[in-house]
Every structure is written in structure tokens, then in C-alpha cells.
């Protein structure tokens, strides 16, 4: 059974920093790219980071490249997202997405979701 699971989240001000974790079970885990999306109240899902499977590649969006930054650990079955320099607006539930061999930006492309973990920033 697939099962991804999100830690990390909470409350934070503007300017702080959080590192989220997602842990992976019932997957070969370095077969999988693995990426972060977020979802605000009323917003689409955003992409938001992704990792190759050995993590050769990344990728993250103008809107957080320079503050965030994902990492994993095959070994652990983990990825990361650090966050720092947080705003208001990266206020949303974060979510992390597993799809076999290469990353994409769009959310329908993956195969497993995590459930999501709340991350608040205050101004």
C-alpha cells in the first residue's frame, strides 16, 4: 500500500522558515521523481518544486526559487522542502506528489498524494 506522508507545517511570521518532510512507504522510492504543490483557499493547485529520482535535476518556479529549496534522501525515503524568507502569500496546504521516472509541473501527471500539511504565515 502507497503512502506519502507530509510533516513540518505550522505557523510561522513573515520572514521565518520551515522545512517540510514527506516520507515514502510502499514504493521503490528512487524510481519515483517526487515534487511539492500548495493549495490555497479557492486557488488551483500550484506547483511549486520538483526532484529527480538520483537528484541530478531540480526545478522551482520564479515565485519561490532563491527561498525554497528541495532536497531527498534515498536512503531515508524522504524529500525536503526548506522554505525560508516566508511570505503571506505562501500561506496554502503543502502537498508532496510522487510520479515514476521524470518530474512534471502539472498536478494531474502524478501517480500518489500526500495529504497535505498547513503551512500559515502571519505578516
Known amino acids: 500500500q502507497v503512502q506519502l506522508v507530509e510533516s513540518g507545517g505550522g505557523l510561522v511570521q513573515a520572514g521565518g522558515s520551515l522545512r517540510l518532510s514527506c516520507a515514502a512507504s510502499?514504493?521503490?522510492?528512487?524510481?519515483?521523481?517526487m515534487a511539492w504543490f500548495r493549495q490555497a483557499p479557492g486557488k488551483e493547485r500550484e506547483f511549486v518544486g520538483a526532484?529527480?529520482?538520483?537528484?541530478?535535476?531540480?526545478y522551482l518556479p520564479d515565485s519561490v526559487k532563491g527561498r525554497f529549496t528541495i532536497t531527498r534522501d534515498n536512503a531515508k525515503n524522504t524529500v525536503y522542502l526548506q522554505m525560508n524568507s516566508l511570505k503571506p502569500e505562501d500561506t496554502a496546504v503543502y502537498y508532496c506528489?510522487?510520479?515514476?521516472?521524470?518530474?512534471?509541473?502539472?498536478?494531474?501527471?502524478?501517480?500518489?498524494w500526500g495529504q497535505g500539511t498547513q503551512v500559515t504565515v502571519s505578516s
Open positions: 506528489a510522487a510520479r515514476s521516472f521524470s518530474w512534471r509541473t502539472a498536478a494531474n501527471d502524478y501517480d500518489y
Open positions: 510502499g514504493i521503490t522510492f528512487s524510481s519515483y521523481a
Open positions: 526532484i529527480s529520482r538520483s537528484a541530478v535535476t531540480s
